[in-house]
């Protein structure tokens, strides 16, 4: 079923390609099927297609949910603007897409960079969510002058075509190490289809996703982190139960984290089953 619904919504895609204004930055969205909306929100160096697409997510849940998912700024087809202040609201860009397309509460649903991005909306727009779904993420703690200067460190890289601070930190846990020569390769591969400036401004801006656990604690929004077991933001992920009140964990066996990989957690049916679960239950869960 699933292969079938991949093939009939691939010649689709450019006919469903939209776009909208977000206060000044063109952002490109799908929108797939009807019933309960969906948002899903992609990770750091991805896109719509290779997200949500070719795992199959999008096209399961189409086929009784109304879906909607865009290319973050800096992404895919949207905008790529090179200053980092542009960044402070790539958040905002999920609630004006509600906005644009009328609907007042929505599933989220965010993988890696896009579950940060759906734990801070859900601190700052929590009416706005029916449930939120973190693949891979834990929401983003830090804010020292320390790690300032590590994303400052990792924009220069990336500015330079090397995604190394990416790769190593999201490596499987149950693998060797990556060896030199396979960082300069998979950096090759990711520099081809990204915009370094645009990638580098996002690293900088990493503030602007920032969430203090004051923050996280009032969420009463039905919530459920799901991470794979080789995944190295597992231990971060497990420490969020300690904070955040309600928020139920799910790790799944031999998952891991960078979408290309084989074991990622997006390219397992356990992980749109979880989805399909945690939506279905959120329907009859209203917020505490």
């Known amino acids: 079923m699933l292969s079938i619904l991949l093939c009939l919504l691939a010649p689709l895609a450019a006919a469903q390609d939209r776009s909208f204004d977000s206060a000044g930055v063109r952002i490109r969205y799908v929108d797939y099927g009807s019933g309960a909306a969906v948002l899903l929100i992609h990770g750091f160096t991805a896109d719509l297609e290779r997200s949500w697409m070719e795992t199959g997510i999008l096209p399961d849940l189409a086929r009784d949910h109304r879906v909607i998912a865009f290319d973050l700024r800096g992404h895919g087809a949207s905008d790529k603007p090179h200053e980092p202040r542009a960044y402070d609201e790539v958040a905002l860009d999920a609630i004006r897409l509600l906005d644009h397309l009328a609907i007042d509460r929505a599933h989220v649903v965010g993988y890696s960079l896009g579950g940060i ?97 004051a923050e996280i604690a009032t969420v009463r929004v039905p919530s459920l982190a799901v991470v794979g077991a080789a995944d190295p933001a597992l231990p971060r992920v497990k420490a969020m139960q300690g904070v955040w009140a309600g928020l139920e964990v799910v790790v799944l066996p031999g998952a891991t984290h960078p979408t290309v990989h084989p074991r990622s957690l997006p390219r397992h049916a356990a992980f749109r089953e979880a989805i399909r679960g945690h939506i279905a239950r959120a329907k009859h869960r209203p917020h505490i």
């Open 117 to 213: 991005i759906a734990a801070k909306l859900l601190t700052t727009h929590p009416q706005r969510f029916a449930s939120a779904l973190l693949g891979g993420a834990a929401y983003r703690r830090s804010r020292s002058e320390r790690s300032d200067r590590e994303a400052d460190a990792a924009a220069r890289e990336i500015e330079a075509g090397v995604y190394r601070a990416l790769l190593v930190s999201t490596a499987p846990t149950d693998e060797p190490s990556l060896k030199e020569e396979n960082i300069l390769a998979r950096s090759a591969e990711i520099a081809e289809r990204n915009d370094q400036r645009a990638l580098a401004a996002l690293m900088r801006a990493r503030r602007a996703l920032v969430v203090s656990d």
